[in-house]
């Protein structure tokens, strides 16, 4: 099924250029030096798209693989290792309507609430885009309340180091991460970008707490809210990043599940459509009505077969660069269980397989980045596939 493509057949010059951007940012990020990459690349200057590395390496949760999710301490290590763009955060809204940084809004797996006899009797259970989910949920809390919480690792199983630093982080808000934005571009004498998701936009609109007008004020209100602004926001449902378009200008990506798939929003308002629709020529070009990229999970790229094994790459990223779109699928992880079968190597849970090898496979279907919880393996797969 479909073709393996080379970068040169899925973009010509426009991505042969860019490529020449990821020589010098790769470069650049091993040697710990300014990026700079779109003038010297000749990719357009003022920032946007265009300017960063293709392809881009996406700090998913932060550096995620190394330190508690959605974390200050974990979107500091993406940056320091040289992401070139930090996924901080994935947004959920408090009860007072503040947005902070959680992968969702129960947040029993990744902080120490449960600990915290006080909040003893906030436990529910809750019907979240369908799935019955039993828990601690960010919308029964206060701000000031979920600040006396602290993150703890998700996944220990497969990251008993990290459990070191459980207790060390706050919860950060959206407004914690502007700042930090700010000051660490300050710091480093080069933009640094933010990769924020909405989550769940529909749940949480019908209890009153809409996202996308909260996330536009909160980036009007920082400058950070314009075409060129180094701000990307993406969300599973459609709708929400048709929402977004109608009120900012920053970069829009959806977010697109697996194929048998149906974004909530569209169950909600009786949409037959699935990701299946949505991937085919038609339904990339209605993307690219109100969207600069979708972020498709990596089997869209290249499926899998019964045992885990990689087939033949799909024709998603020759489809989605003909109706203009790029391409950043997630998530690439350097631990056995998350590889495709071929790249596993022994059977421990938290023991690395051959994640260059998976890298090779992906780059070399032309996307345009990638989400990875280990920034710095994606930074030296980059450096290997655009030297190649
Ligand atoms: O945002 C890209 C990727 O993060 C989507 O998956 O579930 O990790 O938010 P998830
Ligand atoms: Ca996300």
């Given at each position: 099924m479909g073709t393996r493509e080379s970068n040169d057949q899925t973009g010509g010059a426009g991505r042969r250029a860019l490529l020449g951007a990821a020589v010098l940012g790769a470069g650049g990020a091993v040697l710990g030096?300014?990026?700079?990459?779109a003038s010297a690349a000749g990719a357009?200057?003022?920032?946007?798209?265009?300017?960063?590395?293709?392809p881009t390496v996406i700090g998913h949760r932060g550096a995620s693989g190394y330190r508690p999710e959605h974390t200050l301490g974990a979107y500091q290590l993406a940056l320091d290792m040289g992401a070139d763009i930090v996924e901080a955060g994935d947004l959920v809204p408090t009860r007072d309507g503040h947005l902070v940084c959680r992968h969702e809004p129960e947040i029993g797996g990744t902080t120490d609430v449960a600990d915290h006899p006080e909040f003893a009797g906030r436990k529910r259970t809750k019907s979240l885009d369908g799935v019955v989910t039993t828990g601690w949920f960010t919308?029964?809390?206060?701000l000031a309340e979920l600040k006396t919480l602290r993150a703890t690792e998700r996944i220990p199983a497969n990251r008993p180091h990290n459990t070191l630093y459980d207790g060390r982080w706050e919860i950060p808000t959206f407004e914690e991460v502007l700042r930090w934005q700010d000051e660490q571009t300050r710091r480093r004498g080069k933009q640094v970008w933010i990769y924020p998701e909405l989550k769940h936009p529909t749940y949480f609109r019908k209890l009153g707490l809409g996202l996308e007008e909260r996330v536009a004020r909160i980036l009007r209100r920082h400058g950070k809210d314009r075409k060129n602004s180094p701000v990307i926001l993406q969300s599973f449902e459609p709708t929400s990043i048709q929402r977004l378009d109608k009120l900012v200008g920053n970069p829009l990506v959806v977010l697109l599940s697996g194929a048998g798939s149906r974004p909530w929003d569209f169950v909600e308002t009786g949409d037959d459509r699935t990701v299946a629709d949505l991937v085919t020529p038609e339904g990339l070009r209605e993307i690219a009505s109100y969207a600069q990229g979708i972020g498709p999970t990596l089997d869209l790229v290249i499926p899998r077969d019964a045992a885990g094994r990689l087939k033949e790459p799909t024709t998603l990223v020759r489809d989605a660069h003909r109706a203009g779109l790029i391409l950043h699928p997630y998530t690439l992880r350097n631990?056995?269980?998350?590889?495709p079968a071929d790249f596993r190597r022994g059977t421990g849970a938290d023991a690395y397989g051959d994640v260059f090898g998976a890298y090779r496979a992906y780059f070399a279907t032309g996307i345009d980045g990638i989400f990875t919880d280990h920034p710095d393996t994606g930074l030296l797969a980059r450096e290997d596939f655009v030297n190649r």
């Open positions: 030096l300014p990026g700079g990459t357009r200057p003022g920032g946007g798209l265009r300017s960063l590395p293709v919308e029964d809390f206060t631990e056995n269980p998350f590889l």
